[in-house]
């Protein structure tokens, strides 16, 4: 079965620094998403990506987040001044379609984002 | 706000044994996932629920929607090691927005 491609698996920064999350959806996918799990806490929504554009964000995607698709296969997660809180699991997912009722979400294996 | 309560959160049981999970909300809603996920992978999906009522089986795992559609419930008969796992079960919010609760992690001892 395609697969949903997260690298690095692990990432470890310095509080303050420039991280970028890289992930590769399924190629006939068009819909991306990122979510993250801090430790021990619930599975939370970033941002969904669709035709260049963001279509919702949380409350947790402030101005230190971003996303950008760069070429035809990489969808990247961008925190500009890491904070420690931002220490979590960051799960790349992509689906084909939106809004129908079984439409089915592909999530990578994460990057295991450490701030120290 | 705790949208989905999953119940219990940690669950060990012995390998051939049955055994249930719930989650539960205040809330109506039109649809629920359930998602297992193991230790260093992404939640990957198992099956979705739309109709209050509904029963969907996955091999020994027997998915429940209810009647009410505010609440859900998995049934793993004869458990196996390999179902080990986190299972999760999540809401749609908006166009693929998921709402997950935290979770009923699950673990069968050989």
């Known amino acids: 079965e395609p697969e949903v491609t997260q690298t690095p698996s692990h990432q470890v920064t310095q509080m303050g620094q420039e991280v970028i999350l890289r992930c590769v959806p399924i190629s006939n996918h068009l819909y991306f998403y990122w979510y993250r799990q801090i430790l021990g806490q619930k599975v939370e929504f970033l941002v969904s990506?669709?035709?260049?554009?963001?279509?919702?964000k949380s409350e947790i995607f402030d101005d230190q987040f971003s996303v950008e698709r760069p070429d035809g296969s990489n969808f990247t997660l961008k925190i500009r001044s890491t904070k420690l809180e931002d220490s979590a699991m960051y799960f790349c997912a992509s689906s084909v379609d939106r809004g129908a009722t079984n439409e089915k979400l592909f999530f990578g294996s994460g990057t295991q984002l450490s701030v120290l | 706000t705790q949208l989905l309560e999953q119940s219990p959160q940690f669950l060990s049981i012995q390998e051939g044994e049955n055994l249930t999970v719930y989650c539960n909300s205040s809330s109506v809603f039109s649809s629920l996932q359930w998602y297992r996920q193991e230790p260093g992978e992404g939640p990957v999906l198992l099956v979705t629920?739309?109709?209050?009522?509904e029963v969907k089986k996955l091999k020994r795992l027997t998915f429940q929607f209810g009647d009410a559609r505010k609440d859900s419930s998995l049934h793993i008969t004869a458990a196996q090691p390999g179902d080990t796992g986190l299972y999760l079960c999540?809401?749609?919010?908006?166009?693929?927005?998921?709402?997950f609760g935290k979770g009923n992690q699950v673990v069968v001892i050989p």
């Open positions: 999540a809401l749609k919010r908006g166009n693929n927005r998921l709402a």
């Open positions: 990506f669709y035709n260049n554009e963001i279509s919702e």
């Open positions: 629920v739309v109709t209050g009522g």
